[in-house]
């Protein structure tokens, strides 16, 4: 979503005509999105709020797969690291209370963009470094996001500190991990192969696509550099932007 449909909380030129043209010729879609400081309820409003039509299940988030993983393991506490709106998916779960440096069995980190300082993340630290089978879970694995501001870490940095402290390795909810990619691909019913996933990272989105078994098409819109181009990934498509789909994919139609 964020440097595909909209860069923070301004929708890309094009974005919601593309959607709607995937809608009206039964294109099979899915918003997998690494967004952790909201919930599938906002970002359905955000949307809608951009000319684009949604709803919630077809949104996959960290969250919604961290939460349906947990729902599966033994009980235990869950530590959240998430901002407040994010909280819902794990609303009923058992979660250690606020300020608490002990108790946890799992360990969640998503993001929490300001609200990041020292005694938050040495509170995380602590959490594991106090239960030795605490799971660190990440809730994706993103470097950095394009903001209003410029360029903003993301969850990857503190995820990474956490690891390297500890000796920890996190289980991780979001791309790039494969896992993620191929929940998505049994939500919409397709064989990975049949799946173009479109992102501006080249990286998390692109290079985490591909390993999984997906296509990968880079948009120069987002956190897109042209440096991007000069990696070891090669992207299948690379698009102006998210407007050029419907073009693109009668391209390829066509050829094959």
Not at 35 to 47: D, H, I, M, N, Q
Not at 58 to 87: E, M
Not at 106 to 117: E, M, N, Q, T
Not at 137 to 149: F, H, P, V
Request: aromatic residues 8%; glycine residues 10%; proline residues 5%.
């Amino acid at each position: 979503m964020d440097g595909v449909i909209h860069n923070d909380d301004a929708p890309i030129a094009g974005a919601a005509e593309a959607v709607r043209w995937a809608a009206s010729e039964g294109v099979r879609h899915l918003f997998v999105t690494n967004t952790t400081s909201k919930g599938r309820p906002a970002l359905v409003e955000k949307l809608r709020r951009m000319g684009i039509e949604t709803s919630q299940s077809c949104i996959l988030t960290p969250c919604v797969a961290a939460s349906d993983w947990l729902r599966t393991q033994p009980p235990g506490a869950v530590a959240l690291f998430v901002r407040a709106a994010a909280r819902e998916e794990f609303a009923d779960l058992p979660l250690v209370p606020d300020g608490a440096e002990e108790g946890a069995a799992y360990v969640v980190i998503g993001d929490l963009g300001d609200a990041w300082d020292y005694k938050t993340l040495n509170r995380a630290f602590r959490l594991l470094h106090h239960e030795p089978n605490a799971q660190l879970i990440a809730l994706g694995m993103t470097r950095y996001w394009q903001t209003a501001e410029g360029v903003s870490l993301d969850v990857a940095p503190f995820v990474a500190a956490l690891e390297h402290a500890t000796g920890r390795q996190p289980l991780v909810f979001g791309k790039p991990a494969d896992a993620f990619f191929h929940a998505a691909a049994h939500q919409l019913g397709l064989a990975r192969n049949e799946i173009v996933m479109i992102g501006d990272d080249v990286h998390t989105d692109i290079g985490g696509a591909q390993a999984a078994g997906l296509r990968g098409a880079l948009v120069r819109t987002g956190k897109f550099r042209a440096a991007d181009l000069e990696g070891p990934i090669r992207p299948d498509a690379v698009l102006g932007s998210v407007a050029g789909l419907p073009d693109w994919w009668r391209a390829v139609a066509q050829a094959a």
